[in-house]
């Protein structure tokens, strides 16, 4: 209990002492100063999550970091495990990402300014109009050059087990026509969501898998892309 209520403490201080660097983000912002801007909300926002993880107790292992591509956007699509996925993501994943996540995490201050910041989308859960805008927005985030991250079983499994991915998440980067990079995340769960929500020290496996291309696919390999990604990311699970 005491690390949880630690946890939960140096969440919200940290995120409070990140403020001047928001100030600083829009002054730059303002300037045109974009390559500085970008660079300045993914080291803040990677250092944040890096503390998180590291007041967690929680010891990651990463595999196939080299998968990672620098020189164009992705779609990141993984299994989603429990509440520290994000924070793993954004610290262990050495690359400017934003994150496709529900309308809930737009109403948390200071947290929505740097998600803004960091190209997230937010997509209003039982929604179809809306959640078409949210993808057609993400496209076009994509299309500009940044990347993003998409958990395609839309909740946390709280578990080992993943749940039924929702194929309509891939069409994301077939419409931009940018690579998917599969990630499997293995044993996030055991850091709070066995626990009955306290955080508890555990070791994380983070397995980067090999690009799969989305452009000049026949429609039969679209129609089957969604369980081949699929198989891709429970392969690290075994």
């Known amino acids: 209990m005491p690390r949880t209520i ?9 995120l409070i002492f990140t403020v001047p660097f928001l100030v600083w983000v829009k002054i730059l912002e303002l300037l045109g100063m974009n390559e500085k801007k970008e660079a300045c ?28 591509p620098n020189d164009k956007s992705v779609v990141f ?6 509440n520290f996925d994000v924070a793993i993501f954004m610290a262990m994943i050495e690359k ?15 947290l929505r300014n740097w998600m803004e910041y960091m190209h997230c989308v937010f997509i209003e859960r039982g929604n179809a109009r809306k959640a078409l805008v949210a993808i057609n927005k993400g496209v076009d985030i994509l299309k500009a050059g940044h990347s993003l991250v998409i958990f395609p079983e839309g909740t946390r499994s709280r578990g080992s087990e993943m749940g039924a991915f929702k194929a309509g998440s891939l069409k994301l980067a077939i419409k931009a026509g940018v690579p998917i990079v599969p990630v ?6 055991r850091l709070m969501e066995a626990n009955n929500g306290r955080i508890k020290p555990s070791k994380v496996r983070l397995i980067i898998h090999p690009i799969v291309e989305t452009k000049g696919l ?21």
């Open 77 to 82: 699509i993984s299994n989603h495990q429990g």
């Open 218 to 238: 026949a429609k039969d390999e679209i129609g089957e892309l969604p369980e081949k990604i699929e198989g891709i990311i429970r392969s690290g699970l075994n």
């Open 6 to 14: 630690y946890w939960f403490i140096s969440f919200v201080i940290g």
């Open 41 to 68: 909300v993914d080291k803040i926002s990677s250092n944040w999550a890096k503390g998180r993880i590291r007041d967690s107790g929680a010891e990651i292992e990463v595999l196939g970091a080299e998968n990672v």
């Open 96 to 110: 400017p990402k934003g994150y496709m996540s529900k309308m809930e995490m737009g109403k948390v201050p200071i």
């Open 184 to 189: 499997t995340i293995d044993g996030s769960y």
